[in-house]
């Protein structure tokens, strides 16, 4: 399967500032997802990172909050804008390589705290 | 979103013991995968299922596809301490490629 680097790993920020997270994968792939893991608890997908336009939102999570860009099929960013403390998380982008219904694969997250 | 209902929540066992997770949904789903997640490390595919009723195993590690397809359960057998870890269950549709995540499990291990 894909090999997918996101950095940074962790980050220490501070409050109302903005951290843009990397997510790189060694081949071309056909989605890119961005997801939210909050400290022990499940995953929850921010939005799908479409290749030359806007990301497809879930509800609850907004583009001014969190901007995502796709500019080719095999990179993506996610911005964590204006963060506060309740935005310590872990951040994980995923990769589909395949069609409709193919598994997810993941990146190891980053870790973000917000003082 | 959809949700999954996974359960237990946590299990303490011993080494060598057999452990039985599952997941249940009101809505039928296409796909079902099941995850583990360590520390420090994002979600590890186990094993994806396509088709009401499949079994699939992957060494030690047996899951199904629910006939009703509203739900799943992975077995470990004989586990060893690196198993320890969270595991997820997840739903997928057709026409719809994000997934829907259980809460997990977390898996102790004692040797």
Redesign the interface.
């Known amino acids: 399967s894909a090999v997918i680097s996101q950095k940074p790993s962790r980050d220490i920020c501070q409050r109302g500032t903005s951290l843009t997270i990397q997510c790189q994968v060694d081949s071309q792939v056909t989605m890119m997802f961005w997801y939210r893991q909050q400290p022990g608890q499940s995953l929850t997908l921010i939005a799908t990172a479409n290749q030359g336009s806007e990301a497809t939102y879930e509800s609850g999570f907004v583009i001014d909050k969190f901007p995502i860009s796709r500019p080719n099929l095999t990179f993506s960013t996610l911005t964590v804008s204006n963060m506060s403390p309740e935005d310590s998380s872990i951040y994980l982008c995923s990769v589909m390589t395949g069609g409709s219904n193919q598994p997810q694969h993941f990146g190891d997250g980053t870790r973000l705290s917000i003082l | 979103?959809q949700q999954l209902n996974q359960s237990p929540q946590s299990m303490f066992i011993q080494e060598g013991e057999d452990v039985s997770m599952n997941c249940t949904s009101s809505s039928i789903f296409?796909?079902w995968?099941w995850?583990k997640q360590e520390p420090?490390?994002?979600?590890?595919?186990l094993i994806?299922l396509?088709k009401a009723g499949e079994l699939t195993s992957n060494g030690r590690l047996t899951a199904q596809f629910g006939i009703t397809r509203k739900d799943s359960f992975l077995n470990i057998s004989a586990s060893i301490p690196s198993d320890v870890g969270i595991y997820?269950c997840a739903g997928?549709r057709?026409?719809n490629?994000?997934?829907r995540?259980?809460?997990?499990t977390r898996l102790t291990v004692k040797p």
């Open positions: 979103g296409n796909t995968l995850y420090g490390e994002g979600p590890v595919l994806a396509y997820f997928q057709y026409n490629n994000d997934m995540f259980g809460a997990g």
